[in-house]
């Protein structure tokens, strides 16, 4: 279409802020199951009259006198009932295409949106600037036809805007166009890039309205996607962590699980041998349901791979349904390093993070979602954090590792922890318990048994809070906690000298503040000054109404009215007014509009 | 109850004010008919106060809880009566009395716990303070607050109060400041818009 070097350079003719269509199999793919469903039952009631059709010697006509299909016959119905089905199918699939024609997304210099919908239209704005990650999901069905989908990951609950589904190479592109868009890098090339991608245009395809020619793209590009068929090559770039298969496996049945079982196991056995013998039944179901259960894990943890590319970092893991999750720099809010007890033995760890995942914490994916490195040896941990922290320096991964992951080495242990005399409130952790404050980040250290250190970045945190109770007055100790987003890691650490946590609450406040005033990570790769001015079609979105809420379906019947509480969550200027609540004011979040870095502190 | 707050001055109710801790006739409205005595634990171990101005919540905050307390108080004990009396259900005393003791303790208790809040409007960030027994202070950056949410019941409006909450990305910040007068809790929010708008930050 464009020249190719326009095209590698800035965008695919996919995100040229026209609205274009998804993949043709789309409704297919998402209706696949319901259409399934009733294939099933047509074939299961005809089952055996095309036994009947397909072998005459074996029909045994009497048995089917109440059948349909006979009544059909015997009134001489036959075109009507033809006509029916015919009707039948054209409404379906004439539903597929209306809803494919109507299923648009467009992407500009700032926002990504979707419509969809036929009666009840919805209208999805995700801005950029807010892009928290891109997924790219390709579930087993979807990947043999070569399709994807693609999440765009927003702040709030429920606030993803879902590309489904898309060719595999059309995804790709779109993945990488975002997070260049997104990145802020864009603002400074686009000015002589678009006025090549546009000579490329007039001149390779005149006499086409832009419109016609991305609709023209879209369908040529589908279609090839049909034709490709199955699962293309995708350059992929190296993993800096390989997990053999058989650690992952082994990692898994060492699992805390797994001692449960053990335990369960122990006491029906006994259970059946001093009472009632039956009891040893239970143990059918108790051993598949937990063979369900790490056969999932190990399936989805399986080709597990990390790497960094220039928009962030890249996870890919899964067996049948693949994921790919790009995290652009600063989208983690924490990062726990964590050892259970089994796999102390073999010094291995896991690495979990809280991140905005768009879902809510019930969704069974956003367990996941917080799994960065399933399992690893140090160095493997030690690769994964550089990649998200690349800021940290040899003298830092001492204090991180040698003091933060093995615990207290005698002599100079940079840790604030626990004092002697308040050791039995933290029993056997107490020398260990502590917590620590780096120019980005606030550590904390847990635990003797079930080793943990959470790495807190001061330009995430929300904020903090001291508290202290009463049998901490006594023993004149306190607690600090970090307000985090939501998610499996937990930023407190109890049991410091009150001294030392005041203090490091103190100290830490005033980072929080200085971290954040310096953070770029929302423009993660943009120029610090006026890089605006230089993309005429980044003026034409400035225009856009400033303050735009972050994310919102509006439809005739408002499919989904944010309240309250989900505003909490929402990043953008929100606001809500039900009740009793007679003033709610928002306050404008940052980056609502891209290009004032100016103005900002 | 005893006095009412001054309503606030056109003048000093502005949404330029940028700088929280230098804008003028700030005390007066955030003051008036407050608290002037932050109450703390006995105890040398407590978390210390620290510098700065703290300001507090309005006297009339205790006059609200007091009432709610005993209207709720009246209605367990009415209900037990009847549940007793009428339905002759004698254990029921057993709940009711729980709950009984455990609302008068509260009633002896809020006076004391109401002088122990307390916020203070640094250069970048607001703290938030309160509890006698279970202490705890919070630090909100400027920049991180999402929401600034202003609620008033009947009851509230009656005494001339107002609840502010703070809502930021992290769902346990949970400041949330009882009892401001309303021109205080305008004045706050007010304030709080203006100067997040000057430092606002990413998540």
């Known amino acids: 279409m464009t020249n190719p070097a326009a095209v590698a350079d800035v965008r695919s003719p996919l995100s040229d802020g026209e609205w274009h269509r998804l ?71 004439g539903g597929f295409w209306l809803s494919w024609r109507f299923h648009t997304f467009r992407i500009t210099g700032d926002d990504v949106e979707v419509r969809s919908g036929i009666l009840f239209r919805t209208h999805r704005r995700a801005p950029l600037d807010r892009v928290q990650g891109v997924n790219l999901t390709r579930p087993m069905v979807a990947r043999l036809l070569g399709a994807a989908k693609l999440e765009v990951v927003g702040a709030g609950l429920d606030a993803n805007v879902k590309l489904e589904y898309l060719s595999t190479a059309n995804a790709e592109a779109v993945r990488a166009d975002i997070l260049r868009l997104a990145s802020g890098r864009q603002l400074a090339r686009a000015g002589d890039a678009a006025g090549v991608a546009g000579a490329a245009g007039v001149a390779g395809v005149a006499g086409t309205t832009p419109r016609g020619r991305a609709a023209v793209a879209a369908v040529s590009a589908g279609l090839t996607g049909l034709i490709d068929g199955a699962e293309q ?338 990043a953008g200027p929100v606001a809500a007014s039900v009740g009793e609540r007679d003033a709610v004011a928002a306050v404008p979040a940052a980056g609502a509009i891209s290009d004032d870095g100016g103005e900002r502190r | 109850m005893t006095n009412t707050p001054d309503r606030p001055n056109p003048d000093t109710v502005s949404r330029t004010a940028t700088d929280p801790a230098d804008a003028a006739g700030e005390g007066v409205v955030l003051d008036g008919g407050t608290y002037d005595r932050i109450l703390e634990p006995r105890s040398e171990n407590r978390l210390p106060l620290g510098d700065g101005l703290w300001h507090q919540l309005s006297r009339n905050y205790v006059w609200v809880r007091l009432i709610s307390t005993v209207a709720f108080l009246v209605l367990v004990i009415a209900a037990a009566l009847v549940a007793s009396l009428v339905l002759r259900l004698g254990w029921v005393w057993i709940p009711a009395g729980l709950v009984v003791v455990s609302t008068i303790w509260t009633l002896v208790i809020l006076p004391r716990q109401a002088r122990a809040y307390g916020y203070q409007l640094r250069q970048d960030d607001l703290v938030f303070r309160r509890g006698i027994l279970w202490q705890r202070m919070v630090a909100v950056p400027y920049g991180r607050m999402q929401l600034v949410d202003i609620t008033h019941g009947p009851l509230d409006r009656l005494f001339n109060i107002a609840q502010l909450k703070l809502v930021t990305a992290a769902a346990t910040t949970g400041v949330t400041i009882p009892g401001l007068t309303q021109a205080a809790a305008e004045r706050l929010r007010d304030t709080l818009i203006a100067v997040a708008e000057t430092r606002r930050t990413g998540l």
């Open chain 1, 233 to 570: 090559p995708v350059a992929e770039p190296a993993s800096v962590v390989h997990i053999p298969a058989g650690r992952l496996i082994a990692s898994r049945l060492l699992s805390g699980s797994t001692l449960w079982l053990v335990l369960l196991v122990g006491v029906i056995v006994v259970g059946s041998i001093l009472g009632t013998p039956w009891v040893l039944f239970t143990l059918v179901p108790t051993v598949i349901a937990f063979g369900a259960y790490w056969f999932r894990t190990v399936t989805r943890a399986l080709r597990y791979s990390i790497a960094p590319t220039p928009s962030g970092v890249r996870i890919t893991f899964g067996l049948f349904t693949t994921i790919t999750e790009t995290l652009p720099p600063g989208r983690v809010h924490a990062f726990e390093i964590r050892q259970p007890l089994l796999w102390r033995g073999f010094g291995w760890w896991e690495i979990k993070v809280n991140r905005l995942s768009g879902r809510s914490a019930s969704d069974a994916q956003a367990q996941q979602f917080a799994d960065v490195l399933p399992v690893g040896t140090r160095d493997d941990v030690e690769r994964v954090l550089r990649l998200f922290l690349p800021g940290i320096s040899a003298e830092q991964w001492q204090e991180l590792v040698v003091h933060g992951l093995l615990g207290p080495r005698s002599g100079a242990d940079p840790y604030v922890t626990t004092p002697r005399r308040a050791w039995w409130l933290r029993p056997l952790s107490w020398r260990r318990n502590g917590a620590l404050l780096t120019p980005d980040a606030l550590l904390l250290r847990h635990g003797l048994i079930w080793r943990s250190l959470v790495i807190l970045p001061l330009a995430r945190l929300q904020s903090i809070a001291l508290a202290q109770g009463p049998v901490d007055r006594a023993l004149r100790v306190a607690g600090v906690t970090a307000h985090i987003v939501a998610g499996q890691v937990r930023g407190s650490v109890g049991a410091l000298d009150r001294d030392d946590a005041v203090a490091a609450w103190q100290r830490t406040a005033a980072a929080v503040v200085a971290a954040a005033a310096s953070d770029r990570s929302h423009r993660w790769d943009a120029e610090p000054e006026g890089a605006g001015d230089v993309n005429a079609e980044n003026a034409a979105a400035a225009a856009a109404p400033v303050g735009d809420v972050a994310m919102y379906s509006d439809a005739a019947n408002a499919a989904r009215p944010v309240d309250t509480a989900n505003a909490a969550d929402t």
């Open chain 1, 23 to 93: 993949h043709p199999l789309t409704p297919v793919l998402r209706g696949g199951l319901f259409l399934v469903v009733v294939l099933g039952i047509v074939i299961t009631n005809l089952r055996d009259r095309i036994i009947g059709w397909l072998f005459p010697a074996v029909a045994d006509w009497e048995r089917y006198e109440a059948d349909p299909v006979d009544y059909v016959v015997s009134n001489n119905l036959i075109l009507i009932a033809l006509l029916a089905v015919l009707g039948v199918l054209l409404i379906l699939l």
